[in-house]
Protein backbone atom coordinates (compact mmCIF):
# COMPACT_ATOMS: atom_id res chain seq x y z
CA UNK A 1 0.00 0.00 0.00
CA UNK A 2 3.07 2.53 0.66
CA UNK A 3 4.28 1.80 -2.22
CA UNK A 4 1.13 2.40 -4.14
CA UNK A 5 0.83 5.69 -2.92
CA UNK A 6 4.21 6.62 -3.19
CA UNK A 7 4.41 5.72 -7.20
CA UNK A 8 1.27 8.33 -7.13
CA UNK A 9 2.62 10.24 -5.23
CA UNK A 10 6.03 10.80 -7.22
CA UNK A 11 3.83 10.58 -10.77
CA UNK A 12 1.90 13.63 -9.40
CA UNK A 13 4.72 15.68 -8.08
CA UNK A 14 6.56 15.00 -11.77
CA UNK A 15 3.67 16.15 -13.72
CA UNK A 16 3.62 19.25 -11.85
CA UNK A 17 7.64 20.00 -12.62
CA UNK A 18 7.58 18.19 -15.89
CA UNK A 19 4.62 18.67 -17.72
CA UNK A 20 4.12 16.97 -20.81
CA UNK A 21 4.39 18.43 -23.84
CA UNK A 22 1.42 18.53 -26.49
CA UNK A 23 4.14 17.64 -30.09
CA UNK A 24 4.37 20.74 -32.29
CA UNK A 25 2.06 19.56 -35.03
CA UNK A 26 1.19 22.82 -36.85
CA UNK A 27 2.42 22.37 -40.47
CA UNK A 28 0.82 20.11 -43.31
CA UNK A 29 0.08 16.65 -42.19
CA UNK A 30 -0.92 13.78 -44.69
CA UNK A 31 -3.95 10.98 -43.54
CA UNK A 32 -2.61 8.15 -43.36
CA UNK A 33 -5.18 5.30 -42.11
CA UNK A 34 -8.70 6.29 -40.64
CA UNK A 35 -10.78 3.70 -37.82
CA UNK A 36 -13.70 4.29 -37.23
CA UNK A 37 -16.76 2.78 -35.25
CA UNK A 38 -18.28 -0.47 -36.79
CA UNK A 39 -22.07 1.21 -37.74
CA UNK A 40 -20.66 4.15 -39.00
CA UNK A 41 -21.87 4.59 -42.26
CA UNK A 42 -19.55 4.28 -45.59
CA UNK A 43 -19.99 7.42 -46.12
CA UNK A 44 -18.61 8.66 -43.21
CA UNK A 45 -15.48 6.30 -44.53
CA UNK A 46 -13.27 8.64 -46.40
CA UNK A 47 -11.90 6.80 -49.54
CA UNK A 48 -9.93 10.09 -50.57
CA UNK A 49 -8.47 12.41 -48.62
CA UNK A 50 -6.34 16.07 -49.28
CA UNK A 51 -3.77 16.92 -46.99
CA UNK A 52 -4.66 18.69 -43.33
CA UNK A 53 -3.30 21.65 -42.07
CA UNK A 54 -2.56 22.75 -38.72
CA UNK A 55 -2.26 26.35 -37.68
CA UNK A 56 -1.44 27.41 -34.43
CA UNK A 57 -3.85 30.03 -33.08
CA UNK A 58 -3.46 32.67 -29.75
CA UNK A 59 -3.92 30.65 -26.65
CA UNK A 60 -3.23 27.86 -27.45
CA UNK A 61 -6.11 27.31 -30.21
CA UNK A 62 -5.55 25.06 -33.12
CA UNK A 63 -7.32 25.24 -36.54
CA UNK A 64 -7.12 22.63 -38.86
CA UNK A 65 -8.03 22.75 -42.32
CA UNK A 66 -8.54 20.52 -45.11
CA UNK A 67 -10.10 20.55 -48.88
CA UNK A 68 -12.33 18.19 -50.68
CA UNK A 69 -14.98 17.79 -54.46
CA UNK A 70 -17.96 17.38 -54.08
CA UNK A 71 -20.29 17.43 -57.50
CA UNK A 72 -16.93 18.80 -59.06
CA UNK A 73 -16.49 21.69 -56.72
CA UNK A 74 -14.01 22.47 -54.42
CA UNK A 75 -14.59 22.92 -50.67
CA UNK A 76 -12.88 24.18 -47.84
CA UNK A 77 -13.55 22.69 -44.23
CA UNK A 78 -11.77 23.90 -40.67
CA UNK A 79 -12.62 23.80 -37.31
CA UNK A 80 -11.34 25.38 -34.19
CA UNK A 81 -9.79 23.30 -31.61
CA UNK A 82 -9.46 24.78 -27.85
CA UNK A 83 -6.72 23.03 -25.44
CA UNK A 84 -8.38 21.42 -22.21
CA UNK A 85 -6.42 21.37 -18.97
CA UNK A 86 -5.17 17.57 -20.43
CA UNK A 87 -2.62 17.90 -22.38
CA UNK A 88 -2.98 16.79 -25.41
CA UNK A 89 -7.06 17.03 -25.04
CA UNK A 90 -8.86 19.53 -27.21
CA UNK A 91 -12.47 20.67 -27.35
CA UNK A 92 -14.44 21.00 -30.54
CA UNK A 93 -17.72 21.98 -31.69
CA UNK A 94 -18.67 23.80 -28.29
CA UNK A 95 -17.55 20.98 -26.42
CA UNK A 96 -19.74 18.40 -28.27
CA UNK A 97 -16.59 16.56 -29.08
CA UNK A 98 -13.15 16.45 -27.99
CA UNK A 99 -10.06 15.57 -29.86
CA UNK A 100 -6.64 13.92 -28.57
CA UNK A 101 -3.67 14.31 -30.53
CA UNK A 102 -1.08 12.06 -29.53
CA UNK A 103 2.43 11.35 -30.57
CA UNK A 104 3.91 7.82 -31.40
CA UNK A 105 6.94 6.33 -30.94
CA UNK A 106 7.61 6.60 -34.86
CA UNK A 107 9.27 9.95 -35.51
CA UNK A 108 6.42 12.53 -37.34
CA UNK A 109 3.27 10.95 -36.69
CA UNK A 110 0.40 11.52 -34.60
CA UNK A 111 -2.75 10.06 -33.87
CA UNK A 112 -5.90 12.48 -34.13
CA UNK A 113 -8.76 10.58 -31.70
CA UNK A 114 -12.09 12.11 -31.69
CA UNK A 115 -15.15 11.12 -29.42
CA UNK A 116 -18.71 12.52 -29.62
CA UNK A 117 -21.90 13.38 -30.73
CA UNK A 118 -23.17 13.09 -34.26
CA UNK A 119 -26.73 12.92 -34.86
CA UNK A 120 -27.62 11.28 -31.56
CA UNK A 121 -25.11 8.40 -31.68
CA UNK A 122 -21.94 8.29 -30.10
CA UNK A 123 -18.63 8.87 -32.37
CA UNK A 124 -15.25 7.76 -32.58
CA UNK A 125 -13.08 8.51 -34.66
CA UNK A 126 -8.93 7.95 -35.00
CA UNK A 127 -6.44 8.92 -37.60
CA UNK A 128 -3.34 8.43 -38.68
CA UNK A 129 -1.36 11.32 -39.48
CA UNK A 130 2.07 11.97 -40.78
CA UNK A 131 4.73 14.50 -42.29
CA UNK A 132 4.60 12.61 -45.52
CA UNK A 133 2.25 10.71 -47.74
CA UNK A 134 4.00 7.44 -47.77
CA UNK A 135 2.16 5.20 -45.24
CA UNK A 136 4.64 3.95 -42.94
CA UNK A 137 4.84 0.11 -41.64
CA UNK A 138 5.61 0.78 -38.21
CA UNK A 139 3.40 3.61 -37.57
CA UNK A 140 0.55 2.10 -39.09
CA UNK A 141 1.31 -0.87 -36.38
CA UNK A 142 1.63 1.01 -34.08
CA UNK A 143 -1.82 2.48 -35.20
CA UNK A 144 -3.49 -0.81 -35.15
CA UNK A 145 -2.52 -1.36 -31.31
CA UNK A 146 -3.98 2.00 -30.42
CA UNK A 147 -7.01 0.99 -32.71
CA UNK A 148 -7.23 -1.79 -30.27
CA UNK A 149 -6.92 -0.70 -27.50
CA UNK A 150 -9.69 2.11 -27.96
CA UNK A 151 -12.00 -1.06 -28.60
CA UNK A 152 -11.82 -0.60 -32.38
CA UNK A 153 -12.00 -3.50 -34.59
CA UNK A 154 -8.78 -3.51 -37.17
CA UNK A 155 -11.47 -4.50 -39.67
CA UNK A 156 -12.79 -0.68 -39.61
CA UNK A 157 -8.63 0.76 -40.65
CA UNK A 158 -8.78 2.00 -44.05
CA UNK A 159 -5.89 3.45 -46.02
CA UNK A 160 -7.49 6.10 -47.98
CA UNK A 161 -5.70 7.35 -51.44
CA UNK A 162 -4.05 10.90 -51.25
CA UNK A 163 -5.08 13.88 -53.43
CA UNK A 164 -3.22 16.98 -54.16
CA UNK A 165 -5.99 18.70 -52.40
CA UNK A 166 -7.93 22.13 -54.27
CA UNK A 167 -8.53 25.49 -54.55
CA UNK A 168 -11.87 26.78 -53.70
CA UNK A 169 -13.43 29.89 -55.72
CA UNK A 170 -14.23 32.54 -53.82
CA UNK A 171 -17.67 33.62 -54.42
Known amino acids: MKVLFLTIA ?12 TPDITGTLYVKATVTDKDLSKEWRPSKVS ?5 ALDG ?3 EVTFT ?24 AYGGKRHVYI ?16 VH ?10 GRNPEVNPEAL ?6 AQRKGLSEDDISIPTQTEGCRPENN
Not at 70 to 85: F, S
Not at 102 to 117: A, I, N, Q, R, S
Not at 141 to 146: D, Q, V
Open 141 to 146: EAFKRF
Open 68 to 91: FMKKGQCHEKGTVIQPTEEPGKYS
Open 10 to 21: LGLVSALFFPVE
Open 120 to 129: GKQLHVGKLM
Open 51 to 55: PVTVT
Open 60 to 62: GDL
Open 102 to 117: LELPVKDHYVFYCEGH
